[in-house]
């Protein structure tokens, strides 16, 4: 994707989910010198309505060689440069569906526009100086967050909440570096470098930047969230659990072994974590070749989960079965899930071995104990740290590895500094740190990591 190309071309997309028999309305757009030449060719509003920046007008969509009306639609014209990409932007606000928003926009590129490619619009938006890296990535972000905590993250993204403390951090080095260069290049004409006070400001900079990078692992959590199975014997109440903790029927719940045949998936959101749960068959020696299928894929999800849930049955107690299944599962992150406590006297309860791990007493069948359970998950994955810590951005791996990077520079500027080498080694860690702080924001970039960026984004935005 060349920024050259991009930035002389008019380009064209839907901006929304198009889902047949679905959606209200369906939004194509356009963005580029041509937007409103082609918006004139297309669209007919009756009446005398203005055309004029950010105010919407109603009319057609007609074809121009045929005058056959296409749609009934809504326009809105964005001029340059109160718009999101800072280039004139049109909009048509179609019928949903199908059918409408595609031949909008087939019109649209019969007219002169290109189809978008993915993240075009924001990329656009980047290098016309609309945004910064990280709040075009706080964008996409928003689009896919899956719970109301990674929203909230999303959006102080996008009010430029990390990247004040970036550039500041970035501007503090770059203070540092002038002055080092001051003393490289007129040493007789200046007072002697106060080491210390340089060695001071690099600790700062290097314990700001390791702040922001603690918050990498609670962004990762947000965005990705858990995957988490339920593993166990047949019958030991693992749909009940799913059931309960989900509040729907999502799993077939019977007395019968082995009647759950595949995994079922249901997407839940536990302090502000989205988190996968995956019902898996019960894992057992089977002759029904289609259970097998079912228990092989058990053991795939098992071993893809981030954290087990090893379920066993209160009333039985500890068996054979459960031992070999821990066996198989220890070397993953585990929780003890003893359910049917309702049904089990309490001396069945003391057969249980003390394996060192996590354990939950839950009676699924009447939602016992699915707080407790949801306050140990978060727990094992260090995610209470999320409301604890009140916080309000969180970088991706992207910006983490930048970080690190400049968090190394720093340190090593910092060596250097105690070995009491040359200002001009000083010098060469500086300006790492600096790129590697640039990396974060956009100000020091490549066309191949924007590709890399960019290529991540939906069509249309």
């Known amino acids: 994707m060349s920024s050259t190309i991009i930035q002389g071309e008019t ?17 194509v757009r356009m963005s580029g010198a041509k937007a409103q030449a082609i918006a004139h060719a297309l669209f007919n509003s009756p009446g005398k309505q203005l055309w004029e920046s950010h105010r919407i007008l109603y009319g057609y969509v007609r074809d121009p060689e045929t005058q056959q009306t296409v749609d009934e639609a809504l326009m809105l014209l964005m001029l340059s440069p109160r718009s999101y990409t800072r280039e004139d932007i049109v909009e048509f606000h179609c019928h949903g569906g199908i059918m409408a928003v595609q031949q909008v926009l087939q ?33 996409s972000d928003l689009v896919g967050a899956q719970s109301p905590q990674a929203a909230q993250t999303a959006l102080a993204g996008m009010q430029g909440k990390l990247t004040t403390p970036i550039r500041k951090l970035r501007s503090e080095c770059l203070d540092i570096l002038a002055e080092v260069e001051a003393r490289i290049d007129f040493e007789d ?26 918050t990498a692992y609670q962004g990762e959590l947000l965005r990705s969230g858990l995957k988490v199975a339920i593993v166990g ?19 077939i719940v019977t007395d019968l072994p082995g009647t759950t045949r595949d995994v079922v998936e249901s997407q ?18 089977a002759d029904d070749q289609v259970e097998q299928i079912g228990i092989e894929r058990s053991r795939s999800a098992a071993k893809s989960a981030d954290l087990v849930l090893l379920t066993i049955d209160a009333q039985e107690g500890w068996t054979e079965e459960d031992e070999e299944l821990y066996e198989a599962m220890q070397h993953r992150p585990l929780i003890l899930v ?19 791990v996590p354990y939950v007493l839950t009676a699924a069948a009447f939602n016992r104990g699915i707080a407790t359970l949801e306050q140990t998950i978060l727990k094992i994955a260090h995610a209470d740290r999320l409301n604890a810590n009140n916080l309000e951005v969180a970088i ?66």
């Open 11 to 27: 380009i064209a997309a839907i901006a929304t989910a198009i889902v047949p028999q679905q959606g209200s309305v369906g939004i």
């Open 107 to 139: 019109l649209c590129l019969v007219q002169g526009a290109r189809l978008a490619e993915p993240g075009e619009f924001t990329l656009r938006a980047f290098l016309n100086g609309r945004l910064d890296l990280t709040q075009a990535e706080s964008i």
């Open 189 to 214: 004409d200046l007072p002697p470098l106060d080491e210390a006070e340089v060695a001071r400001q690099v600790d700062r900079v290097i314990r700001s930047t390791a702040e922001i990078l603690d």
């Open 233 to 251: 014997r047949p019958n030991v109440g693992k749909s009940s659990l799913l059931n309960a903790w989900s509040r729907s029927d999502r799993a």
């Open 268 to 285: 839940l959101v536990v302090g502000g974590v989205p988190i996968q749960v995956l019902d898996t068959a019960g894992i057992r020696e």
């Open 338 to 356: 003893i359910n049917k406590t309702d049904l089990a006297p309490d001396n069945e309860l003391s057969t249980v071995p003390d394996l060192g």
């Open 396 to 461: 991706n791996q992207r910006q983490a590895s930048a970080l690190t990077r400049a968090n190394t520079a720093l340190k090593q500027v910092r060596s250097t500094i105690a070995q009491q080498l040359p200002l001009d080694f000083w010098t060469i860690d500086l300006r790492m740190a600096i790129h590697a702080l640039g990396e974060v924001t956009g100000d020091e970039i490549t066309e191949s990591m924007l590709d890399e960026i960019f290529s991540r984004f939906c069509i249309g935005k």
